[in-house]
């Protein structure tokens, strides 16, 4: 789901990453890593609002966007987060 290329049914990276530069500039270019991250996952989600069998984006908003907001650009630990209910944590191991 949503890999490098757009094929029939299904939306991916040469859509997704497109709509998400233009909306935020990536840092690369002088703009908010977290901003971009952010216009990303919007992005992401829609996308996966157009494949019909893929229609669930929670764990976007409660997995992926919880690091963005904690400022967890690095995946430094621990990581909390849930999906569909069910809550996990990675600690420094």
């Known amino acids: 789901m949503n890999g490098a290329g ?36 919007y992005a992401r989600v829609a996308a996966i609002g157009r494949e019909p069998p893929h229609t ?3 764990r976007v908003e ?3 966007r919880v690091f963005v907001r904690e400022g967890k650009l690095e995946l430094e630990t621990p990581l909390r987060w ?12």
């Open 82 to 93: 849930k999906v569909h209910g069910d809550g996990y944590r990675i600690d420094k191991g």
């Open 6 to 41: 757009d094929t029939e049914g299904s939306v991916g990276f040469r859509t997704i990453c497109p709509e998400a530069l233009a909306a935020a500039r990536p840092p690369a270019r002088s703009g908010d890593e977290q901003a971009c991250l952010n216009a990303f996952l």
């Open 62 to 64: 409660s997995a992926q």
């Open 56 to 58: 669930a984006a929670g």
